[in-house]
């Protein structure tokens, strides 16, 4: 049998369990917004972690990092910083954000935000950030699904026709079991792409140079340029390393389908434990990649797109049934993000704009429905924005996450009790002029002082805040005490 | 139009969260955050180096290794301790 056919073979195989979790999951589906956005808040630590990571890491984990190692070397590394400091913030932020979400009834970020600045202009602008920048990150899955599978079919299942497909698989899945059926599957997909990944690096790694560690001599001895920072193309800065670490952790994290996350735990110290322990999954999985970026520098120098080095290696090297298993976990790795994004933009059209504009007094089962329906709109949305190639998949999530940044100062002042009170004014400014100053360091002016763009626009942010508020109409007594009082008690008080 | 300075009597008077009040929590963060330094500059530029290496890894890869792992186990603590 021809390789490409058994590689898209096992890709199809994985569709089909993903389809068939889709519809169990449909099975156990109750007819309320709660469970259909929510997953019901039942979600205990093994289903939360699996999709929490599966989630977090995207096609870029999968072939942009192989794709960074093999262009700038070992500076990638610096991914630890930013998956620890991801751990870090769930640890803090999460269980305040559960114990807001189940007292108060939140399904979206903008639930939150809004009710503690009582402003809905700050509803309809937290919502209009958290979609417009994640759509940026369906259209990096889309893109990565694209070149898995036209990569697996050696070009001959088209880059568009591959992405429709696999779009509509993740869409098809998600409306028939909700945020349950993208649970269930980012479970497999977790699993699937973590194995695939670690055993395509070791099979690699053997077949060219003998093992890890004689592929880490090789590099040492042929291209010293890749293991120390910036790396060859002066890219890995020690303020660029600092950057990266800011806006692909706080601003992963503030996207609305991992906020959303929170929502869904079973309880708060479910998600203590999540913070603790998600860097290790998240960590691991770049040093199988790093193996694969640098053996494929020496192994296949001067390829077109540095993100398509691991399956370009595993088509040279690797045998077809290895190359399908390692491919489905790469198309895993996207779609376990793809599905999550898709369903958070739908949920916050859903609930913040639908639900609270359009038709406030509907019964449930129409939201259920309308709810599907943007994720047929997402669907398309992403397709198209698809056709657009870019270089670098990293570079566009950088992109996306820089612009969820500029929502931290607005969290941390619902989230964290301080003396300073931000207003709705304040932050409504501070977003404001954090996104006008992200387009200047970002397409103008890319990272002055080669310090990233987005920490530039959110320092920008959290100064206007600051001005602003003082100035402006804070938000009641009331709601600051219940707010507030809520986190107390769930930080100092007697726990949930 | 009611400013932030005008209607204060009424608040609750909450205590900071951006420090810990416990020893252990202060611990934990001050841990957090001293590991934290040593992948940043100016101690990151100490470790930028390939030789010597460390089970075949050049130093700095080992180096940053070493420290995400006390982060890592900052955390764990911070979450056997619930703090």
């Known amino acids: 049998m021809e390789p490409w056919v058994v590689a898209l073979s096992m890709i199809g195989v994985y569709l089909v369990m993903t389809l068939l979790l889709g519809v169990v999951a449909n099975r156990r589906l109750e007819v309320n917004l709660e469970d259909f956005l929510l997953c019901g808040r039942r979600a205990g630590f093994f289903v939360l972690y699996l999709t929490m990571v599966a989630t977090y890491h995207s096609a870029f984990a999968f072939l942009g990092s192989s794709g960074f190692f093999y262009t700038h070397g070992i500076g990638f590394w610096v991914a630890g910083t930013w998956t620890l400091m991801a751990g870090a913030i769930t640890y803090v932020l999460g269980p305040r954000i559960w114990a807001l979400g189940k007292k108060f009834n939140y399904m979206t970020p903008a639930d939150m935000l809004a009710d503690y600045y009582e402003s809905e202009p700050v509803r309809v602008v937290v919502a209009a950030v958290s979609v417009v920048f994640t759509i940026l990150y369906i259209q990096v899955q889309a893109q990565g699904l694209g070149y898995i599978i036209s990569a697996a079919s050696g070009d001959r299942v088209s880059f568009e026709v591959a992405t429709a497909v696999l779009l509509i698989v993740a869409a098809t899945y998600l409306m028939a079991g909700g945020l349950r059926a993208v649970y269930w599957t980012d479970v497999l997909q977790g699993v699937w792409m973590y194995v695939a990944v670690w055993a395509g690096a070791i099979y690699l790694s053997y077949e060219l140079f003998g093992g890890p560690l004689q592929l880490l001599d090789a590099v040492r001895e042929q291209r010293p340029d890749l293991m120390t920072i910036p790396g060859p193309r002066d890219f890995f800065t020690y303020p660029m390393w600092f950057g990266m670490m800011i806006a692909l952790s706080f601003g992963v994290v503030l996207q609305p389908h991992i906020l959303i996350r929170y929502y869904t735990a079973v309880d708060a110290r479910t998600l203590k434990w999540l913070g603790a322990t998600i860097p290790i999954f998240l960590l691991t999985l770049f040093i199988p990649t790093a193996f694969v970026g640098l053996g494929g520098a020496l192994a296949m120098p001067g390829i077109a797109i540095p993100d398509r080095i691991f399956p370009e290696l595993l088509f040279a090297y690797a045998p077809a049934w290895l190359t399908g298993l390692i491919l489905a976990g790469a198309t895993a790795a996207a779609m376990s993000t793809l599905d999550s994004i898709l369903h958070a933009n739908s949920a916050v059209l859903t609930r913040d704009i639908y639900q609270r504009y359009v038709r406030p007094d509907a019964d449930v089962g129409h939201y259920v429905t309308v709810s599907r329906v943007f994720i047929v709109g997402f669907l398309v949305i992403g397709y198209i924005l698809s056709v657009y190639t870019f270089e670098y998949l990293v570079i566009l999530v950088t992109l996306s996450g820089a612009g969820a940044l500029q929502l931290l100062p607005a969290v941390l002042g619902v989230t964290f009790p301080a003396r300073i009170r931000l207003t709705a004014t304040g932050v409504l400014a501070g977003i404001g002029v954090g996104l006008a100053v992200l387009f200047l360091t970002l397409v103008v002016w890319p990272h002055p002082l080669t310090l990233h763009g987005g920490v530039w626009a959110l320092l920008a942010n959290g100064l206007i805040a600051l001005l602003v508020s003082p100035l402006s109409q804070a938000p009641s007594a009331a709601t600051v005490n219940r707010i507030h009082g809520a986190i107390e008690e769930l930080v100092y008080g007697a726990g949930e | ?83």
């Open chain 2, 1 to 83: 139009m009611s400013l932030t300075t005008g209607d204060q009597s009424r608040y609750r008077e909450f205590r900071s969260h951006y420090l810990p009040r416990t020893a252990k929590g202060r611990g934990a963060v001050l841990l957090y955050i001293g590991a934290f330094a040593f992948a940043e500059w100016p101690l990151l530029p100490l470790a930028n180096r390939i030789e010597p290496t460390v089970l075949g890894f050049p130093f700095l890869f080992a180096y940053l290794s070493v420290v995400y792992a006390a982060k890592l186990a900052v955390l764990i603590y911070a979450a056997r301790q619930q703090l």
